[in-house]
């Protein structure tokens, strides 16, 4: 488990020594551990390379002393050293950079009071650095490879660091925006939960940086640091500018790499579940068994992502009221406009006027947020954000009213069901997810985004018409609306400009 107040878990001998030897420890290497805890990595490398020269940084006294007994250990912290001026070698053999650094937030660090923070200065003003330190909160992991890769990109080095697999993303993403010599990279899977007790995507991950090769910003990633040998099930990298997930796979689907036709809308976000979602029993009614009677017109189906992925979006099980028709609407009117909600809501104001969140401050009391007219769209084409495959769901009203749906979907809103059916039809089509998984890192909390979404351009997907009208006439019948195969034409032609050139 790691220590709380500085972030770190020290690494078991066995797998220091498992990434040295992927990493390939030159004999007379020079081996710098930052963040060194008790000396994992110093260890390791004693007992892979013993003829190597081991400098460890480590700001825990007790930790420190642990660690000195395998090689010099300075007694300062990583963020305010300059490891390139201040940190002086006996020798000249290859220099490797190896470790294990925090794998928390700035903002989970402060809000433990840690004083084991660096100071926000504008770090990356170096060939674009300082955006990293531009937020309010970064990850610890991440600035200390930037800052180590900073510090030493003029010379030739290797580096090793076991991280979450996003960290190693991010740093590749940047590198290749700053254009650093990145001659070559790596991901190796580690199984964080054995090995730390972690439940995140972790990986070894190694760097070679080396300004008289050609660079290369894309990393194959391997599934068993264990298992090297194997061949690598992806390569992720920057590709015109843009990060991938699997640039093998993106090659053949990468002109529906774009521009979206339509605008992506995520769901409603409100803060307090337990006053604003209801139960359908088939009428509203409090977790509790309260039945409610409420003003109809604030008051609609709603669905959650885990509805929509699992296909339950056609049937009523839940209810959300929705106070306002667009997110900073005035509030104050319900108190006359619909005075049974007002009541309801003042009865519930300690946990409304309680939520945290930073949108609700200077709002109208009891707002919600995350919607517009598009929310009462009568027919909407919606994904999960959260779950690890691409289905796509025609939602069309329940009870004769549109449904709302939550902050973890994000859809397009359409008038005419026929043209969702259609869209709906081309965003299942193999061509789309092809486009998707090459696209996605699917360890992400969130893999489906709408950032994601909006580089979907329909336009170039190449959907076979035949096909796509087929499949949306059977979707069609399974939800039980209307759909005339034969008006697609005009449809295309007519009705939506966007689709005009969709389909060969």
Not at 137 to 156: P, S, T
Not at 161 to 180: D, E, F, G, P, Q
Not at 434 to 446: C, T
Request: hydrophobic content about 40%; some cysteine.
């Amino acid at each position: 488990m790691p220590n709380n107040e500085f972030g770190d878990f020290q690494t078991p001998l066995s797998l220091a020594l498992q990434c040295l030897r992927v990493m390939g420890l030159p004999a007379a290497a020079r081996v710098l551990e930052p963040t060194c805890g008790t000396g994992g990595f110093l260890q390791a490398a004693s007992v892979v390379s013993p003829g190597s020269e081991r400098i460890g940084v480590e700001v825990q006294a007790t930790h420190a002393r642990r660690a000195s007994q395998w090689g010099t250990v300075l007694r300062q912290d990583i963020f305010s050293l300059r490891p390139d001026q201040q940190i002086q070698w006996r020798s000249d053999g290859p220099l490797c950079v190896v470790g294990n650094p925090p794998w928390v937030t700035s903002a989970e660090l402060g809000r433990l009071n840690s004083g084991n923070l660096p100071v926000k200065e504008n770090f990356k003003g170096a060939k674009g650095l300082d955006a990293v330190l531009g937020g309010a909160n970064f990850d610890v992991c991440e600035y200390i490879i930037l800052k180590l890769i900073d510090a030493y990109r003029d010379q030739r080095f290797a580096l090793g660091m076991l991280c979450k697999t996003h960290v190693a993303r991010n740093v590749m993403s940047h590198a290749a925006a700053a254009r650093w010599p990145m001659a070559s990279s790596a991901v190796y899977r580690i199984d964080a939960k054995k090995w730390f007790d972690a439940g995140v995507d972790a990986c070894w991950f190694t760097v070679e940086v080396d300004s008289r090769r050609r660079a290369d910003y894309t990393t194959p990633v391997y599934d068993d640091l264990f298992a090297p040998d194997a061949r690598p099930s992806s390569r992720f990298g920057t590709v015109d500018g843009r990060l991938v997930s699997d640039i093998d796979r993106y090659r053949n689907v990468r002109r529906a790499d774009g521009h979206c036709p339509y605008e992506w809308r995520s769901g409603l976000k409100h803060d307090a579940s337990s006053v604003f979602e209801l139960v359908a029993t088939p009428e509203p009614a409090t977790r509790a068994g309260r039945r409610l009677d409420l003003e109809p017109e604030y008051v609609y189906p709603f669905l959650k992502s885990t509805d929509v992925f699992r296909d339950k979006h056609r049937v009523l099980s839940k209810w959300v009221i929705v106070p306002q028709r667009s997110f900073g609407d005035d509030t104050a009117q319900l108190r006359y406009r619909a005075p049974k909600l007002w009541l309801y809501l003042l009865d519930n104001s300690l946990i409304l006027d309680g939520r945290k969140s930073s949108i609700y401050r200077h709002r109208p009391r009891f707002s919600v947020f995350g919607h517009g007219p598009y929310t009462y769209a009568p027919y909407k084409v919606t994904v999960s954000g959260l779950h690890k495959e691409p289905v796509f769901r025609l939602v069309a009203p329940i009870e004769r009213r549109p449904v709302v749906l939550d902050d973890t979907c994000y859809f397009l809103p359409f008038t005419d069901p026929a043209e969702a059916l259609v869209v709906t039809a081309m965003l299942n089509s193999e061509q789309c997810r092809d486009l998707i998984e090459s696209l996605v890192f699917w360890d992400s909390k969130r893999p489906i985004t709408k950032k994601l979404l909006a580089r979907i351009d329909l336009r170039q997907l190449g959907c076979d018409r035949g096909q796509t009208t087929a499949i949306a006439t059977s979707e069609a019948r399974r939800l039980g609306l209307t759909f005339d195969p034969d008006a697609v034409d005009g449809l295309f032609a007519d009705a939506s400009p966007e689709l005009a050139d969709a389909l060969f």
